[in-house]
């Protein structure tokens, strides 16, 4: 469980030492996923490249002419407390809020959360209901890929040797839209997600009719996924505890979970439908207080 | 002068004084076991088996030795094959012919690094070859595998009843129960489930064994027992106990974890082959494959009643699942069916414990070792009456529940008994009258009665001429602030300040003897020990003053740190003074020892602990809402009320109400040893659940202080019963929220929507 301890001043840098050292180099963000492998016997990098002080990935939440840009450092606890995330996206605050514990929330980043893409991160479901796109430096520049497209499945991404992963960007809502996340585990806090769901509802000005649905649900797949069949089922449908039902159900039919220790796929199944039909209603329910 | 004469001022006994050892674990300052270091020290690590069942056809160390940096390898073979244990004698150091549970020491290695260590495990050829194995205590029973065919050479304690895999059973009997449940209004029979729950210590079991240039080994390690790791040792080593000395530096908490050998023997033989310090210290892994969780259990309860909601009658039984070796199951089988009686006029009894092996983990005593697996399920089942009959469940209690002067279940007569203020009170707090307050909230509430247990305790008590006291005692302080509470006792009977007590650390060599850190029983005990040395040293304090002053001691007091007679005082700083010029300095060896009350020999059958010393009582009340679809479960509010008899010092009282509800509400919720064909899924703290401070609400506590006649100032024991109840408050309260009653733990979200289901189908 040894390994070198690199410490580059610039991502030019440690893009360069990532391509020199090859596969028996590993970055480190927060370390709150790696470190834990490591100690596993996971992981056994022979290299470890920190890249958790480097500015081009500390600049955190930036609001820009098309919407945020977050830094691949961005630690959980600045998202929770964000005063442009309080309103219609409330869904990352929320995702955030969950995980670990607050000593985890301050040193761990969305940017490792991604990369290491476990079936139950938490905040890449949020991530996949904002249509995120991805910024990611190489030695050949940098180069952008949506979210959706980039997670391949358990630990899996299109990240190509060297890669870093610089931003995460996403639009701002149309009018009438908000957005909700809900987690489901045996405890409270400290709690890898059972299923997880993240929804973004836009109503016609009315309030009463579904214009579009964005739904991600994770922990119940090989890899999160986008609840299409519920999303295109609910275009047109009347804003209803009918129609967010039915979206549960579809959802649902999409999930492929595994039982393990932590629940069975029986009850994750459920609590897919559940969770979708409730983080719909809470959308429904912003959306008219706002 | 004696004990009794002592009386609390309130000065320094009863007050909320900050603990001794509290600033020193704040900053970092206090060592523990897992921070102690010797120069030179090689690093120790257990090869553990993969395997649940299966004999041992090789085990090839030749690779492991020869790599560089490894000292040494040892298995069964280089050691003499001693059986250790506490009523049966059937636990090897490391696995013989065959390994019997997953996590089963095999070999153990200490290499110059730990890195080298866990290669050199890696390194040890071992092949094993699967055998049947038996996993469900009720199918051990029947079961024609034998977890040891062996049973019968086994050394052990005479009262127990063995049987196979059955290694105790023991029976309490009231009355013709038969008769009277034939003759009843109603019968209720359940059957009742609990898990393996780890004690959750934060700091690993960790010890440092270093042998000297004469054969004496000494070893620095967690145990809340040093005395009794100090026996083990000398069997283990084949050394006389004086050769053998343990010193404890300080416990990241032990909740009963801690009592039995844990690592201390591989440190020992470890280090005595290397002839270097070895530490070895638990993984997480460890912790949970081959650590000493509660044991599990099965109950089934049969509880006759009349029209009124009067018991009649209980019979049952209770399988305890030792696991692997026996440990404290026997005890645990006897112990239990105090708590299935609970603090109620039952009538008759009929009452049955079995400990029983099976190819699991060895399970332990756990913070009020028994209570909880049994008390869920007779203070479900007083609901479930209750429910049945039209009955408030706090009213069918208060119609059933001891009162002063009544028989326990042995016949011993009960004193001090106060579980009618506790019900009364704990409902008054929950706000009972609104018991089903919202749809899916609800409240529960639980009672229960636990022994203080027995056991000799002595202390040394020096004064210095400065006029401060040592008090230099035999029990660990493994986080409870026990000592800080004896402190307390042993200052306001000096008329001195907490401040003016240090607290020497343990070390078998020089301490002298104690029972443990165990039973609730440390600041009880040593209380009452520093009591005695307090009355030897007033008393020594007194002739030295009367010969000063040429005077009798009649009429002596000892008051502000000095002795008055009538319009004379002297310091107690100048006493100790004078005491070192002609007698050796003032120096107090008190003891203290409860022996247990009379009982009725006739109501018990082979029980390891017939009657209880002091007993206290206690309830404790839930608020809970639980969300009907996802089974999400929320406390909203927790009370106990529990009677210590005299509050020594509130703070540390009310801390180990909020620790073992906590502790109650992880394995009422949340916590499992999960087994899949004899393999640990869960051997890690991600997957073994411990509630977080998100999941436990603000524990609301009531001191009620009933005073014993035993404990110091009227005290009784008070660290294990707040962990009894909260399986069953919490159970009755989820029913009254939702109707779903839950009969096994922990009663998790994914079995609260099976259970709300099937009500519905
Ligand atoms: C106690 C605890 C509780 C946790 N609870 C939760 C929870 O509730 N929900 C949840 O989703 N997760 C949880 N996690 C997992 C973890 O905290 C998150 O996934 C976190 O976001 C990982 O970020 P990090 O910066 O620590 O990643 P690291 O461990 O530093 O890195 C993870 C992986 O990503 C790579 N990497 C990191 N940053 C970059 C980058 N910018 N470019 C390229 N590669 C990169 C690393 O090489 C590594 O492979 C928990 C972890 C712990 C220890």
């Known amino acids: ?290 | 002068m004696n004990a009794e004469a002592f009386r609390a001022t309130g000065r320094v006994a009863g007050k909320r004084l900050p603990r001794m050892d509290g600033i020193g674990k704040v900053i970092g300052k206090h060592v523990y076991a897992a921070d102690f270091t010797l120069p030179g020290m090689l690093y120790g690590r257990v090869l553990r088996s993969n395997k649940p069942h299966a004999r041992i056809v090789k085990i090839d160390t030749s690779r492991a030795k020869a790599m560089p940096g490894v000292r040494t390898v040892i298995t069964a073979a280089d050691i003499p094959a001693v059986r250790y244990g506490q009523a049966v004698r059937d636990a090897p150091v490391f696995a013989l012919d065959r390994v019997l549970f997953y996590g089963h020491a095999i070999a153990a290695v200490a290499a110059t690094t730990l890195e080298i260590a866990e290669q050199a495990l890696a390194a040890i050829d071992v092949e094993l070859e699967d055998l049947p194995a038996v996993y469900d205590p009720e199918e051990a029973l029947t079961n024609a595998i034998l977890v040891h065919p062996d049973w019968q050479d086994f050394k052990v304690l005479p009262i127990l009843v063995r049987d196979g895999n059955m290694t105790a059973r023991t029976r309490m009997i009231t009355g013709d129960a038969d008769a009277a449940f034939a003759n009843a209004y109603r019968v209720y029979e359940h059957r009742f489930k609990t898990a393996l729950q780890h004690p959750g210590y934060t700091e690993p079991r960790a010890s440092v064994a270093d042998w000297d240039a004469n054969g004496n080994v000494t070893v620095w390690t967690n145990t809340q027992l040093p005395f009794d790791t100090q026996t083990t040792l000398s069997e283990i080593l084949d050394l006389p106990v004086s050769r053998v000395r343990v010193i404890v530096p300080g416990i990241g908490g032990g909740f009963g974890g801690k009592l039995r050998i844990g690592v201390e023997h591989y440190a020992a033989l470890l280090a005595r082959n290397t002839a270097r310090p070895v530490r070895v210290l638990s993984t997480s892994e460890e912790e949970l494959i081959a650590a000493t969780p509660r044991q599990s259990a099965v109950v089934h309860l049969k509880t006759a009643v009349d029209r009124d909601g009067k018991l009649l009658g209980r019979q049952g039984r209770i399988i305890v699942d030792c696991g692997a070796f026996a440990g404290s199951g026997p005890a645990m089988a006897s112990v239990s069916l105090q708590v299935l009686a609970g603090p109620y006029r039952n009538g008759t009894l009929a009452l049955e414990g079995i400990a029983v092996y099976t190819n699991k983990v060895p399970a332990g005593s756990f913070r009020a070792p028994a209570g909880p697996m049994a008390n869920f399920a007779v203070e479900s089942q007083m609901d479930i009456i209750a429910e049945d009959l039209g009955i408030d469940p706090l009213e069918l209690r208060l119609r059933n529940i001891v009162h002063e002067g009544d028989k326990g279940p042995s016949g011993e007569e009960l004193k001090s008994v106060s579980v009618e203020e506790c019900l009364r009170k704990a409902a008054a707090a929950i706000g009972w009258h609104d018991r089903k307050p919202a749809p899916g909230r609800g409240k529960g509430i639980a009672c229960s009665w636990w022994m203080t247990t027995g056991g000799s305790s002595g202390v040394y008590v020096k004064i210095d001429p400065d006029g401060t006291a040592t008090l230099v005692s035999g029990a660990v302080e493994i986080g409870t602030a026990a000592l800080t509470g004896a402190s307390q006792v042993l200052a306001e009977a000096l008329s001195l300040d907490l401040d003016d007590i240090k607290v020497a650390g343990v070390d078998t060599q020089t301490s002298p003897y104690d029972y443990g850190a165990q039973g609730s029983r440390t600041a009880f005990s040593v209380g009452n020990a520093c009591l005695a040395a307090a009355a030897d040293l007033r008393q020594q304090l007194f002739e030295l003053a009367a010969k000063q002053w040429n005077i009798t001691t009649d009429g002596m007091e000892l008051r502000d740190k000095q002795v008055i007679a009538g319009n004379k005082t002297i310091a107690i700083a100048e006493l100790a003074r004078l005491s070192r010029l002609s007698g050796g300095g003032l120096i107090a060896h008190g003891t203290a020892n409860s022996p247990g009350p009379a009982f009725d020999p006739g109501r018990v059958e082979n029980h390891m602990l017939p009657a209880w010393n002091t007993p206290s009582f206690h309830a404790q009340a839930a608020d809970l809402s639980v969300d009907s679809e996802t089974g999400a479960v929320s406390i909203n509010r927790y009370v106990v009320a529990q009677d210590v008899g005299f509050a020594i010092n509130p703070t540390y009282i009310e801390g180990q109400i909020e620790g073992g509800v906590s502790q109650g509400i992880g394995q009422a919720l949340s916590e499992e040893i999960v087994y899949q064909n004899g393999r640990v899924m869960n051997a890690n703290l991600t997957d073994y659940k411990m509630p977080t401070a998100m999941d436990v609400p603000e524990i609301e506590c009531i001191l009620v202080q009933s005073a014993s006649a035993a404990g110091p100032f009227g005290a009784k024991g008070v660290g294990e019963p707040p962990c009894i109840h909260p399986p069953a408050a919490l159970a009755n309260a989820i029913a009254a929220a939702t109707g779903a009653r839950m009969h096994s733990l922990p009663m998790t979200a994914e079995k609260i929507v099976k259970e709300l289901r099937s009500a519905r189908e």
């Open chain 1, 1 to 290: 469980m040894s390994f070198d301890l690199h410490r580059p001043n610039t991502m030019a840098e440690a893009i360069g030492l990532a391509a020199r050292l090859g596969p028996a180099a590993r970055y480190i963000a927060g370390g709150t996923d790696l470190v834990v492998q490591i100690n596993r016997g996971r992981a056994t990098p022979q290299h470890v490249i920190d890249i958790s002080h480097l500015a081009d990935l500390r600049h955190d939440i930036v609001q820009t002419a098309d919407g945020f840009s977050l830094g691949a450092l961005t630690r959980y606890r600045n998202i929770e407390r964000h005063p442009a995330f309080q309103d219609a996206l409330k869904l990352l605050p929320e995702a955030a809020s969950v995980v670990g514990g607050v000593q985890v929330r301050n040193i761990a980043s969305i940017g490792g959360n991604i990369i290491n893409a476990s079936p139950a991160a938490d905040f890449v479901p949020a991530l996949l209901a904002l249509d995120a796109e991805l910024d990611i430096q190489g030695a050949a520049g940098r180069r952008s890929e949506s979210l959706r497209d980039f997670i391949l499945g358990p630990g899996k991404t299109g990240l190509q040797a060297g890669e870093i992963l610089a931003a995460v960007r996403f639009k701002p809502l149309p009018a009438h839209s908000a957005t909700a996340f809900l987690k489901e585990g045996r405890r409270k806090a400290m709690e890898i997600s059972v299923v997880c769901v993240a929804a973004s509802l836009t109503l016609d000005a009315s309030g009463k009719t579904c214009l579009a649905a964005r739904i991600a649900v994770g922990a119940v797949a090989p890899k999160a996924y986008r609840a299409a069949a519920a999303e295109a089922a609910l275009a047109g449908l009347p804003a209803d505890t009918a129609s967010f039902r039915l979206a549960g159900q579809l959802a649902a039919e999409q999930a492929a979970p595994i039982s393990d220790v932590r629940a069975s796929a029986e009850h994750r199944h459920h609590l897919v439908s559940v969770l979708v039909q409730r983080a719909l209603e809470t959308c429904r329910q912003r959306i008219a207080g706002a």
